[in-house]
């Protein structure tokens, strides 16, 4: 078995990191592009973090254009972005009980973030050894979940929770004939949705810390 988690807002604290990207990326990008384009590049990136409506009509756009640029550059140490504070300590629980029951561990992104293994391994050195791959793509779309199952399933193994801060990045997985197959489960994070809105829309786990879900299968 193979547990998926969402990044921001289940594994990252949004208000924390969020900043330090713009910044990181604001460094990295003077004098080589030009400064209305990466303001602008910023605001569409703060509209993500403030879950801006607009905003996230292109939320995988506006965030490759951050990110794409800033991740390869903070792998090669060409600038530093701080993670201290920045993960949720209930998630790094939870994967890292997982970790130890020898199941395994994947994250299922918007944007490429090749970052969050080694950041792991700075926490967790379990996790961060344990954690499989990290995947990407638009969750709204049903066709981001399937092509990661289909690649679990050619390693063998299947993918059984999901886990997400808000009802929009579970359309995907909703809308998917693999339903069926994900025990979904959703980490209130900014109290946007009650737990009997949530229920009401097939979610099977509704939960304010991840450590109160249920992962392991015993």
Known sequence: ???????????????VLGPRVLEAYQELMEG??????INQNIANYQGILDGDAEAMKHKKLFVD??????????????????????LYEDAL?????????????IVLTTGESPWVKQALRIQSPLVGETLQKVYSGDKS???????????LQENKAT??????????????IL??????????????RTDKDT????????????????????????
């Open 93 to 105: 629980t939870v994967m890292d009980d997982i970790a130890q029951e020898g199941e395994g561990l």
């Open 159 to 172: 993918m059984v929770s999901h886990t997400e801060d808000q009802m929009k990045g579970l359309i995907g």
């Open 141 to 151: 779309k049903a066709e981001t979940y399937e092509t990661t199952e289909n690649s």
């Open 65 to 86: 254009t951050v990110e794409d640029p800033l991740w390869p550059a903070y792998l090669r140490g060409d600038i530093s972005v701080n993670f201290e504070g920045a």
């Open 195 to 218: 737990r009997q809105e949530v229920i009401a829309q097939g979610i099977d786990q509704h939960v304010r810390d991840l450590r109160q879900a249920t992962y392991l299968r015993r």
């Open 175 to 188: 809308e998917s004939p693999m339903r069926s197959q994900v025990n979904l489960i959703y980490v209130e």
């Open 1 to 15: 078995s193979v547990h998926s988690f969402d990044l921001w807002g289940t594994l990252v604290k949004q208000p």
């Open 32 to 37: 080589v592009e030009d400064s209305e384009v």
